[in-house]
């Protein structure tokens, strides 16, 4: 369950779990949670909560709500953002992973309509426009329980760069001292149709493989097979008649 | 010229780097144009059950039926098309084998799984999917998701309650809203495609998009294209070294040559119409 942690000038006043599909932020007391300051507006805030994930949007208030310092009007809850309201803080904590494993993160799982139903209702609340839900007929599936469990949320991963960087100097021909620095996961090298070789980058470093033509990549004086080859410092490749040489950006 | 002069076709399928078993299921016929993907769900090994009775079933059975089959005059433009029905009807038999295997044996009970699968045939590609396993399309450097997941977060940027951008970091990822075998019943989507000497197309579960970034993936294929082998081994790898988190499978096919069906004067006029 995730949970807001309401706080003023660094001082814990209380803590909210999110069970709802609308939480209400606001100096009236009819709020989910209530704030008496004057700079807070009498509804200022609703959080609506779809199964795991949490949206943030400010009620047109008086003076507005910033997460983590940038004034929103609506925002994608994520783990340890600050929401701003006047000097009040509350931050958002996401579902700790408890039971789930890292394992079971990933699973596919089937949605029921019945589980659906409160996740599109807030969601057509929030959003006039929303598209009709597929109602995958009646039969009742105990999927509940398995949902509830999902892990927090990890961003999607952005490939770990290698520490390094590895560039390429061209070493004879039209473009001898040309350098290349080689920061994308994928550059192919060579002429397409006549021979390509591309240079992978991947989190244990850097590695060379043919793609095609008949004639295969020489590495350090000895011709390749198909297999991917690692590129040490300084290495010197060989590729339709170019001479060029790997090494790490200082 | 055969199907199988016209298209090249590789596969590969890995459990990825945290999953003990694979519940993905792939299997390829360049003979009969078909190529179908499943990703398995369900508790203990039910998902790799439901995936494999998924993808066997429908090559099986439809392997006689492409074999005895000779388009007719009438067929141009009749909707939906053969394909689409011969699709339809061994998809829903695959629901009833998941199905009734789910309903006979408890530690079943409740197996499904995605699917897409794609017949090519007469320049044209007919592709069916239930749930979040996609098929992309690489044209002239042009990278495309041809088509739409059945997810909960397909339906939330359909709505307009959440970006493509922000989509990626939500906790609601997976959740299906179709599965194949769940029901008695499942409606499939299936859309007819022409295709182009050139296209490249690819089948992957969600153990590669959830991974690897549409624009990686789409770089992976723009500079692999000329080896199909070397490109369906980079995907499997690009998944992995980001965390591997769920079983990963791939199916490429290239299409190297036109593969028309030779009919008589009326549809070689409608042909060159198109």
Same mark, same amino acid.
């Given at each position: 369950?995730?949970?807001?942690?309401?706080?003023?000038? !660094?001082?814990?006043?209380?803590?909210?779990?999110?069970?709802?599909?609308?939480?209400?932020?606001?100096?009236?007391?009819?709020?989910?949670?209530?704030?008496?300051?004057?700079?807070?507006?009498?509804?200022?805030?609703?959080?609506?909560?779809?199964?795991?994930?949490?949206?943030?949007?400010?009620?047109?208030?008086?003076?507005?709500?910033?997460?983590?310092?940038?004034?929103?009007?609506?925002?994608?809850?994520?783990?340890?953002?600050?929401?701003?309201?006047?000097?009040?803080?509350?931050?958002?904590?996401?579902?700790?992973?408890?039971?789930?494993?890292?394992?079971?993160? +990933?699973?596919?799982?089937?949605?029921?309509?019945?589980?659906?139903?409160?996740?599109?209702?807030?969601?057509?609340?929030?959003?006039?426009?929303?598209?009709?839900?597929?109602?995958?007929?009646?039969?009742?599936?105990?999927? !509940?329980?398995?949902?509830?469990?999902?892990?927090?949320?990890?961003?999607?991963?952005?490939?770990?760069?290698?520490?390094?960087?590895?560039?390429?100097?061209?070493?004879?021909?039209?473009?001898?001292?040309?350098?290349?620095?080689?920061?994308?996961?994928?550059?192919?090298?060579?002429?397409?149709?006549?021979?390509?070789?591309?240079?992978?980058?991947?989190?244990?470093?850097?590695?060379?493989?043919?793609?095609?033509?008949?004639?295969?990549?020489?590495?350090?004086?000895?011709?390749?097979?198909?297999?991917?080859?690692?590129?040490?410092?300084?290495?010197?490749? +060989?590729?339709?008649?170019?001479?060029?040489?790997?090494?790490?950006?200082? | 010229m055969n199907l199988?002069?016209a298209l +090249?076709?590789?596969?590969?399928?890995?459990?990825?780097?945290?999953?003990?078993?694979?519940?993905?299921?792939?299997?390829?016929?360049?003979?009969m144009g078909?190529?179908?993907?499943?990703?398995?769900?369900?508790?203990?090994?039910?998902?790799?059950?439901?995936?494999?009775?998924?993808?066997?079933?429908?090559?099986?059975?439809?392997?006689?039926?492409l074999?005895?089959y000779t388009p007719l005059e009438g067929d141009i433009r009749t909707?939906?098309s053969p394909a689409q029905?011969l699709?339809?009807?061994? @998809?829903?038999?695959?629901?009833?084998?998941?199905?009734?295997?789910?309903?006979?044996?408890?530690?079943?009970? !409740?197996?499904?799984?995605?699917?897409?699968?794609a017949l090519f045939h007469d320049d044209k590609m007919s592709?069916?999917? @239930? !749930?979040?396993?996609?098929?992309?399309?690489?044209?002239?450097?042009?990278?495309?998701?041809?088509?739409?997941?059945?997810?909960?977060?397909?339906?939330?940027?359909?709505?307009?309650?959440?970006?493509?951008?922000?989509?990626?970091?939500?906790?609601?990822?997976?959740?299906?809203?179709?599965?194949?075998? @769940?029901?008695?019943?499942? +409606?499939?989507? @299936?859309?007819d495609y022409d295709t182009r000497?050139?296209?490249?197309?690819?089948?992957?579960?969600?153990?590669?998009?959830?991974?690897?970034?549409?624009?990686?993936?789409?770089?992976?294929?723009?500079?692999?294209?000329?080896?199909?082998?070397?490109?369906?081994?980079?995907?499997?790898?690009?998944?992995?070294?980001?965390?591997?988190?769920?079983?990963?499978?791939?199916?490429?096919?290239?299409i190297?040559h036109n593969y028309a069906v030779p009919r008589?004067?009326?549809s070689k006029?409608f042909r060159?119409?198109k």
């Amino acid at each position: 369950m995730a949970k807001l942690i309401l706080s003023m000038d !660094g001082l814990v006043l209380k803590e909210y779990a999110l069970t709802k599909e609308r939480t209400s932020v606001g100096r009236k007391p009819d709020n989910d949670i209530q704030i008496d300051n004057l700079a807070v507006s009498g509804d200022h805030a609703v959080i609506v909560t779809i199964l795991n994930d949490s949206f943030l949007e400010d009620l047109d208030s008086t003076n507005g709500t910033l997460v983590n310092g940038q004034p929103v009007k609506k925002h994608f809850l994520q783990n340890n953002d600050i929401i701003e309201l006047g000097k009040y803080r509350l931050k958002y904590v996401s579902e700790q992973t408890g039971q789930a494993t890292t394992a079971d993160f +990933e699973k596919t799982m089937m949605l029921r309509p019945g589980a659906m139903k409160a996740g599109m209702a807030a969601a057509a609340v929030a959003a006039p426009a929303a598209s009709q839900s597929t109602v995958v007929g009646d039969t009742t599936v105990d999927q !509940g329980p398995a949902l509830a469990t999902h892990s927090a949320a990890a961003p999607a991963p952005a490939p770990v760069p290698a520490e390094r960087v590895g560039m390429l100097q061209i070493l004879t021909g039209g473009n001898a001292g040309r350098e290349m620095e080689l920061t994308k996961s994928l550059t192919t090298l060579g002429k397409p149709g006549v021979q390509v070789a591309v240079i992978t980058r991947r989190p244990q470093g850097y590695f060379i493989t043919h793609v095609e033509g008949a004639q295969f990549p020489v590495l350090n004086g000895k011709t390749l097979d198909a297999q991917a080859h690692a590129l040490d410092d300084h290495a010197v490749i +060989e590729l339709a008649g170019v001479k060029m040489e790997f090494f790490f950006k200082a | 010229m055969n199907l199988e002069q016209a298209l +090249e076709i590789v596969s590969a399928t890995d459990p990825g780097m945290v999953r003990s078993h694979n519940e993905d299921s792939v299997a390829c016929d360049a003979a009969m144009g078909l190529v179908v993907l499943a990703d398995g769900m369900g508790g203990y090994n039910a998902g790799e059950v439901a995936s494999g009775m998924a993808t066997t079933v429908i090559v099986t059975e439809m392997r006689p039926v492409l074999e005895r089959y000779t388009p007719l005059e009438g067929d141009i433009r009749t909707v939906p098309s053969p394909a689409q029905k011969l699709l339809r009807d061994h @998809i829903a038999r695959a629901n009833t084998a998941i199905y009734q295997a789910s309903q006979r044996q408890p530690q079943y009970s !409740g197996m499904g799984t995605t699917l897409v699968v794609a017949l090519f045939h007469d320049d044209k590609m007919s592709v069916a999917h @239930i !749930g979040d396993s996609r098929l992309y399309r690489m044209r002239s450097d042009e990278f495309s998701q041809v088509t739409k997941d059945h997810s909960l977060l397909q339906q939330q940027i359909d709505s307009g309650l959440i970006t493509p951008e922000q989509a990626r970091f939500s906790a609601n990822k997976n959740l299906v809203t179709r599965a194949l075998g @769940i029901d008695p019943a499942v +409606e499939p989507e @299936i859309h007819d495609y022409d295709t182009r000497v050139g296209d490249v197309y690819l089948l992957c579960s969600d153990g590669l998009c959830d991974m690897v970034s549409d624009e990686d993936i789409g770089m992976a294929l723009q500079t692999l294209g000329a080896n199909l082998n070397l490109c369906a081994q980079q995907l499997v790898q690009m998944a992995n070294d980001n965390g591997g988190r769920d079983n990963v499978s791939v199916i490429l096919v290239k299409i190297l040559h036109n593969y028309a069906v030779p009919r008589g004067f009326l549809s070689k006029f409608f042909r060159w119409l198109k």
